[in-house]
Nanobody, 128 residues
């Protein structure tokens, strides 16, 4: 079982940037495709970005395309998400998740139920 721990959230102003990190332990992160999801108050958890096991294939929700960038360092068992040009509507708890069923180059999946392990989340708040 892989364990995930997010960090890097905080309170920022609209237009600012943040970099989230997700550290994996217990099993090598290279065994999993990785995704970032978010959940705002009163809303369902939604897919934000994903990266293949190899790190070569990424996929983004339309709402963040061009502003967010996901990457991974398998040697450090860490996944990152660079968030630029943040908007108030990006305010949410951000979760890192691991998908063990993914192939090495597979396009990341986008459904919550596709992911087997989750971190505790990190709060991102963007003020206008």
């Amino acid at each position: 079982q892989v364990h995930l721990a997010e960090s890097g959230g905080g309170l920022v102003q609209a237009g600012d940037s943040l970099r989230l990190s997700c550290a994996a332990s217990g099993r090598p992160s290279s065994l999993y495709a990785m995704g970032w999801f978010r959940q705002a108050p009163g809303k369902e958890r939604e897919f934000v970005a994903g990266v293949s096991r190899a790190g070569s294939t990424t996929y983004y929700a339309d709402s963040v395309k061009g502003r967010f960038s996901i990457s991974r360092d398998n040697g450090k068992n860490t996944v990152f998400m660079q968030m630029n040009s943040l908007k108030p509507e990006d305010t949410a708890v951000y979760y890192c998740a691991a998908d063990r069923a993914a192939g090495w180059y597979s396009t990341p999946r986008v459904q919550v139920d596709d992911y087997d392990a989750w971190g505790q989340g990190t709060q991102v708040t963007v003020s206008s």
